[in-house]
C-alpha cells in the first residue's frame, strides 16, 4: 500500500511539474528558452528535458525555429474548433480577394452570432464610389443580403412583428421577409436592392459548414447602376467561389479548373 501511495504521488506530481511548464509558456509574452523554463521550474536540467520532449510529442509546446518553446498545436486546433470565425476568415481570404480583384466590388464574409448577423472580414472595392468599412456597422438582417442568407436557409429564425423600414423598398413583414427567402433558395443567392441604402445593391451566397448546415455568407456589394445588370452573372461567380469555401471547410481540397 505504501508502494502504490508513492508511486501516486510520484505520478501526481510530475503532472503538476508538467502542466507548470505548459502554464509558463502558455503565459509568457515571448518564446522561453530551455535555459529559462529550467530555472523558473527548479528542475534538474534531465527531468526538464524529458518532459519537455514530452510535451513536445503531445502537441501541447512545440519549438520556434530559434529553438525557443511555444504553445503546441493543440491549442491551435482548440481555438479554431471553439471560435471557428478566425480560421473561417483565414480560409476566406484568399477567395474574397480573387472575387474583389474579378469584380472590383467590395467583398464581404458574415456569420451569426446570436440572432445578429456580423460582418467578419471584408475586401473594399477598386472603386472610390462603393468603398467604406461595414464590419464596424450594426446592419439589420433583414434588409442586407447577407442577412437574408442565414434567413433564407434557416440559420435565423424569422424575426417576429414588424421590421424596421430604412428605405421604401424594406422588406417590413415576417411573411414577406418568407417570400423573399424562398425565392432566394431557388435561385441560389439572395440580393438586396435599395432596401438598406438608396441606391446601394447588395447580393450574398451561403457558404456551408462541416454538417452542410450554413455557417457563413459571402457577398459583394456597390451601386446599383454597376451590379444592376449583372446579378446572374456575379451570383453565379459568387456561388462557385462559395462551393470551394465550403469544401475547405469540410477538409478537401477544392478541384482543380473550378472557377
Known sequence: MAQARTESSTGTQAVDRAAALVSTVVQADEPLTFAELQESSGLAKSTTSRMLAALERGGLLERDQDGSYVAGSLFWLYAARHDPWQELVRLARPAMERIGEETSETVHLSVTRGEKVVQVAQVDSRYLLGTRDWTEIDVPAHSSALGKVFYAWGALPLPEGDLEALTDTTITT???LRRDGVRTRKRGWAVTDGELEVGLTGLAVPVHGVHG???????VS?????LEDRLET???HLSSH????????RGRTPKEGVA
Open 174 to 176: 415576417p411573411e414577406a
Open 213 to 219: 448546415d450554413v455557417v457563413a455568407a459571402l457577398g
Open 234 to 236: 456575379l451570383g453565379k
Open 242 to 249: 462559395a462551393a470551394q469555401l465550403s469544401q475547405l471547410l
Open 222 to 226: 456597390g451601386p446599383t447602376p454597376r
